[in-house]
């Protein structure tokens, strides 16, 4: 087995994006586009990855070593191409890097849907000694290089802007996918010139070098045209994303997952999922997120960083971010509509979090409950409380946090105000509109706000 190094193609300036971003670090499915590719070549066990940089090139690299060291992966060689001469002089940079004996197995950066399975299927073709070209029949191939073969034997690639009105009509098109022999591909871009319409160094005059060196070029068809979709604009990332998304979502539902519209669904990041979840429309999901079996999401909901056990509902338009915390919803938990769970919130068996009520940095045991417009930070909650309708735990004194212990079923009061440090000991009940900065004692009724005075028979003021 011959080994692959691959060489990806990200120099490109990515003009028609209008953005400071460089293009391949514009993100499908939460990832940049650059990083879709390094994992693909990650799959594919590639000895070395090489990675073409020019426009934005700081950025990129940058970028990469950072997420390479985060999944404790080598970070790929860089080279850079300055100034951008054409794809083949894009690759002549990389001569002085490639080993010899292996595969060279050119990406694209801004490509990001290539399956590893096409990749692997080009190298084998390639199989250390033919030219193998990833190609695809389309419709309209304008601006696209043209297979150009005698029978069926590949002879070159002609550019759109360099070809005859005969081979405009060829209908299959190069994707910028090869797998070469290291050897030869640098005996033939050490041939490559610039005369051409464009004048550029084009990486595709090696096909015509190959055929007339009698070295076997061979074309393996890609499985569907998003694999070799490329990104050039704000649209094409829109459209690839949602290409993307229809992935995953194929793959849970092919799983059991019951989405109620794969259209409207999107993952940026890993779901897991048990048996019988079902995934209401619009639903975000972001960094990595677990249901377990029967868990229900509701419509609208956004889900990152969380795991959700078994039975839960999450109602309509929940928010729940764990950030790097994470969150985690009980068995048979009900969060919502409209309920807000942060980082550190960690919710026991069958607790009820309702609506407008934010949850942080909390642990409620199993069947507490707080049901309308409340705040739980930084609080140690009981089995059975009940947290009445807008009660606050008054967590910060302007510069440090405090933890607010509330017992086994105590009842708090609506609106009430708990300023931690502070515990409410098991049992007891705070009246409403409490404000409680003493702990209290077990079983005991607090209530901390001024009496009542009614004044009978009052008259109210007249307008003069
Ligand atoms: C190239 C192919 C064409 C093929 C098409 C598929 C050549 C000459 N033509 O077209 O046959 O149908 O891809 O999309 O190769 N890049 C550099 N440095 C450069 C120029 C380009 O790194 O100097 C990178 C770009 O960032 C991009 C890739 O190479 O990732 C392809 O460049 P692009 O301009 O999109 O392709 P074309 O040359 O139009
Ligand atoms: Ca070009």
């Not at 691959?6 to 990515?14: C, E, I, Q, T």
């Not at 017992?407 to 009246?431: I, K």
Request: glycine share 12%.
């Amino acid at each position: 087995m011959t080994a692959v190094d691959v060489v990806v193609m990200a120099a490109g300036k990515g003009t028609r994006m209008k953005s400071r971003t460089p293009k391949v670090l514009h993100k499908v499915g939460g990832r940049p586009m650059i990083q879709h590719v390094m994992d693909t070549a990650a799959v594919l066990q590639a000895r070395r990855v090489i990675v073409i940089t020019g426009h934005g090139a700081e950025g990129v690299e940058q970028y990469l070593k950072g997420a390479a060291e985060g999944a404790g992966r080598a970070a790929p060689d860089f080279v850079r191409q300055e100034p951008q001469l054409g794809t083949g002089h894009a690759v002549q940079q990389v001569v002085p890097v490639l080993p010899d004996d292996g595969i060279a197995l050119i990406l694209n950066g801004d490509v990001p849907l290539i399956r590893p399975q096409t990749l692997q299927a080009l190298v084998d073709k390639c199989g250390g000694t033919r030219l193998a070209l990833l190609t695809v029949d389309m419709a309209d191939p304008t601006g696209y290089g043209r297979i150009v073969r005698s029978g069926e034997a590949v002879q070159a690639i002609v550019e759109h802007k360099d070809a005859s009105h005969a081979q405009r009509a060829i209908k299959e098109v190069y994707t910028g996918f090869m797998a070469v022999p290291a050897r030869k591909l640098k005996d033939w871009l050490a041939r490559l010139k610039n005369d051409n319409a464009q004048g550029e160094y084009y990486l595709t005059d090696i096909v015509g070098f190959a055929a007339a060196d009698g070295t076997e070029v061979v074309a393996a068809k890609a499985g569907e045209q998003v694999e070799v979709d490329g990104v050039n604009s704000p649209l094409q990332l829109a459209d690839l994303e949602r290409a993307f998304q229809r992935r995953q979502a194929v793959a849970l539902m092919e799983a059991g997952v019951r989405l109620a519209d794969p259209a409207r669904f999107d993952l940026r990041g890993t779901l897991e999922c048990g048996q019988d979840v079902e995934i209401d429309v619009n639903c975000l999901f972001e960094g990595q997120v677990a249901l377990g079996d029967g868990v229900r999401i509701g419509a609208n909901c956004v889900i990152a960083n969380a795991r959700i056990a078994a039975g839960a509902v999450i109602h309509p338009f929940t928010h729940i971010d764990g950030e790097k915390a994470g969150v985690e919803v009980g068995e048979g938990a009900l969060i919502g509509p409209f309920a807000r769970l942060r980082p550190g919130a960690k919710l026991g068996q069958e607790v009820h979090i309702g609506n407008f009520v934010e949850v942080k940095n909390s642990t409620l045991a199993k069947g507490a409950k707080a049901n309308h417009l409340a705040y739980l930070g930084d609080a140690t909650v009981g089995e059975r409380v009940n947290y009445g309708a807008g009660s606050i735990t008054a967590n910060y004194d302007g510069a440090n946090k405090h933890r607010t212990v509330i017992e086994a079923d105590v009842h708090v009061g609506s609106n009430c105000v708990l300023v931690a440090p502070v515990t409410v000991a098991a049992g007891g009940t705070v009246g409403a509109g409490s404000v409680i900065n003493k702990s209290t004692e077990a079983g005991a009724l607090s209530v901390a706000r001024a009496r009542q005075a009614s004044i009978p028979n009052w008259a109210r003021p007249k307008k003069k």
